[in-house]
């Protein structure tokens, strides 16, 4: 399975991507650290599923998953 990993607390993201990446059956793609990222990364990459944080500076993970929705309407987003 491949995931992206979108939070601001870099300490978050890094230990997410370890933990996942232990399990053998995932991989982690990319990581980024707001929303804008967040729907670049997915528009690049289309993983399997997007694991992003809610609050972030300038744009919510909300408002992202709701523009990547809006394209990419099987998006997986946690």
């Known amino acids: 399975m491949n995931i992206v990993i979108i939070d601001d607390d870099k300490l978050v993201a890094v230990s997410l991507k370890t933990i996942l990446e232990s399990t053998g059956s995932v991989k982690v793609l990319a990581m980024g650290s707001c929303g804008e ?6 528009s690049l ?5 997007l694991l992003m944080d809610i609050r ?3 744009m ?3 408002e992202a998953s709701a523009l990547i929705l809006k394209e990419f309407p099987d998006a997986r987003i946690l």
């Open 37 to 42: 990222e967040a729907i670049e990364l997915y």
């Open 45 to 49: 990459l289309k993983p399997d599923v």
């Open 56 to 58: 972030m500076k300038n």
């Open 60 to 62: 919510s993970g909300l």
